[in-house]
């Protein structure tokens, strides 16, 4: 039987509203949620759908308004200090440290604060900027190094306390594709080399989750909408095919399109540079396509590629949430 | 409970290490530290030299703008430190590892004490020389007493402020340059405290500064045991009572913060 790391029931939390006569703004409304040890579990959900305000409630940093939440297995209101010692936090475009401070020393410092001897936390600081790149950078003071290199600090500072559980929100943010290559590799590897461990990441690179999560959860308007295997939140847009069109470019089409019967959903971008129009739609059958070049003939646009796409976490998100995860809302 | 006590302890090392490397690595800041406050004190010094003032006030001009340095420490180095610690993200860090909060701000004052320390000597000694203070020390024990109980109050009082600030959120710094200001006055940096009358003189003795420096100069300068706005030993006692009821209540005061904070949400909301 498995254990369960992170565990919430009916967890709801609402902030009140700036006035009083503003009504509270529900940013988490029911959520129920298992994650188990050795589990790399993700969160997708578009800005403001409730993500970093689960993350806080997680952390101890934030109560809930009702429901439970249990962090390896204890209450986050009522046991925050048996909590704090198994997890950690990195956070996306964090500037923790100091400015007059090395790598090294911030890290240490940090590291203080979870108790870890100095013997101990000198290996894991080395092990951990080996591993992000930073070695070279080991005593550069931190006022001196790049957003990305800042980044990977964050990244080795979060894994110094050696947590059972860590939370990973939008950790990759700032970094190149190889730093974030080689971050990806070593969440994988130090998940692996202790089954008891656990982490939560949430992210808006869907790539990244469908490579890295072994569950993920999509969360809309502070609601849990969807919660399984990458391959199996996939199975539910397996049936109505992807397809997608690269046109001249568009003016006043789309909408023609958009309302066209057969057409479930879709997302479009023009590109000024190449005078091209790109569209990515779901239909409720194959031949609803035959209907669409008509269409586009019709309107004397070109068709400069066409193709039918296995369906990806976007179009999962897409499906369930109404946009993409980068958009924001109207 | 030894390891919380280990725990603890690093925490303290680790926070104040920040601002003992700050002070080395950055010298520059000893010369604005320490000449730019010279300019302001030795206006006070020439005033009293141009009205004949008793010599010992001259004596006491340096002595309070040595302790200047202290109080300004615990103004923006104390009290400011955890709302601006929460802007930058650092804040949500501190309240997620397991240490307690009073560990970072035990270390923030341990480490801003060694900083400020090294301001304050080098304004006490140049000011000494350029004019010639002349001490006559009554008791050595009761003056590094005082000193030292003062500080504890006045960290502790720090450390209240801390709490406070961090829920007055935006308003820190307009709050900041309000207390900074009149203390100088109320707390009778240049001047014995006992000139502004019993009330005035024992409503301005809830800074612990206040008896901190109208003791301090009763023990460093003989003749001024009759301008002294209280006995120096009962000073001590007061202190002594302060420095127990500011850490309790900086204590308190940080818990009920740190719950308010996290059931309104506050606490880790930037530019807050």
């Given at each position: ?61 934030l109560l809930p308004t009702s429901g439970k939440a ?5 209450d986050v209101d009522k046991e925050a200090q048996k ?248 | ?250 204590g308190k005061m940080h818990r009920i913060m740190e ?14």
């Amino acid at each position: 039987m498995q254990t369960e790391s992170i565990k919430t029931e009916q967890l709801t939390r609402a902030y009140k509203g700036k006035k009083k006569a503003d009504p509270s703004v529900i940013a988490l409304d029911q959520v129920d949620l298992s994650v188990y040890e050795g589990e790399l579990f993700g969160l997708l959900g578009p800005n403001g759908a409730g993500k970093t305000t689960l993350i806080k409630i997680l952390t101890t940093l934030l109560l809930p308004t009702s429901g439970k939440a249990l962090v390896a297995g204890f209450d986050v209101d009522k046991e925050a200090q048996k909590i704090k010692p198994l997890i950690n936090m990195v956070s996306g475009g964090e500037e923790s440290g100091y400015g007059i401070l090395t790598v090294v020393e911030t890290i240490w410092m940090f590291s203080q604060f979870y108790g870890i001897p100095n013997k101990v936390a000198k290996e894991r600081i080395d092990k951990l900027l080996e591993v992000v790149g930073l070695k070279d950078n080991a005593k550069t003071k931190v006022y001196k190094l790049s957003t990305g290199m800042r980044q990977k600090m964050n990244f080795a500072r979060g894994f110094v306390s050696d947590p059972k559980i860590i939370f990973l929100d939008e950790p990759m943010l700032g970094l190149d594709v190889e730093a974030a290559r080689t971050c990806r590799k070593f969440i994988k590897n130090w998940l692996n080399e202790n089954p008891t461990r656990t982490v939560l990441l949430t992210t808006h690179y869907l790539v990244e989750a469908d490579e890295l999560c072994d569950r993920i959860a999509i969360i809309n308007h502070g609601k849990i909408v969807a919660c399984d295997t990458p391959d199996n939140l996939k199975l539910l847009v397996q049936r109505e095919p992807i397809f997608q069109l690269e046109t001249t470019m568009m003016q006043n089409e789309i909408d023609e399109f958009k309302q066209m019967a057969g057409v479930i959903d879709l997302t479009y971008s023009h590109n000024i540079d190449k005078s091209t129009t790109s569209f990515r739609m779901r239909l409720s059958k194959e031949e609803v396509i035959a209907k669409i070049i008509g269409t586009l003939t019709k309107h004397n646009l070109k068709i400069i590629s066409l193709e039918k796409r296995e369906p990806s976490l976007e179009d999962v998100f897409i499906k369930l949430v109404g946009k993409k995860i980068e958009e924001e809302d109207a | 409970m030894r390891d919380s006590i280990i725990l603890n302890l690093r925490a303290v090392w680790a926070r104040a290490y920040v601002r003992i490397v700050g002070a080395n690595r950055e010298p520059s800041w000893i010369i604005a530290e320490t000449l730019l406050p010279l300019f302001s004190l030795s206006a006070y010094v020439f005033l009293y030299k141009a009205i004949d003032a008793p010599a010992q006030f001259i004596g006491f001009v340096i002595l309070g703008g040595t302790m200047t340095a202290y109080w300004i420490a615990i103004l923006w180095g104390m009290a400011a430190q955890f709302y601006w610690e929460k802007t930058s993200g650092q804040f949500a860090l501190y309240l997620i590892a397991p240490m307690s909060r009073m560990a970072i701000l035990m270390g923030m004052a341990v480490g801003g004490f060694f900083m400020t320390t090294i301001r304050a000597v080098a304004t006490l000694i140049i000011g000494c020389l350029i004019f010639r203070v002349e001490f006559q020390v009554v008791s050595w024990v009761y003056l590094i007493l005082i000193f030292l109980l003062s500080m504890v109050a006045l960290y502790g009082m720090g450390m209240m402020f801390a709490s406070l600030f961090l829920l007055w959120g935006r308003e820190v710094q307009h709050l900041t340059n309000l207390l900074q200001e009149p203390i100088y006055l109320f707390s009778g940096f240049y001047f014995p405290v006992k000139c502004l009358g019993t009330w005035v003189s024992s409503f301005a003795s809830l800074i612990p500064l206040t008896l901190g420096l109208d003791g301090m100069r009763q023990c460093l300068f003989g003749q001024a045991k009759a301008m002294g706005f209280m006995s120096f030993k009962l000073e001590v006692l007061i202190l002594l009572g302060m420095d127990i009821v500011f850490l309790y209540l900086a204590g308190k005061m940080h818990r009920i913060m740190e719950y308010k904070g996290k059931k309104e949400g506050t606490l880790t909301t930037r530019w807050q």
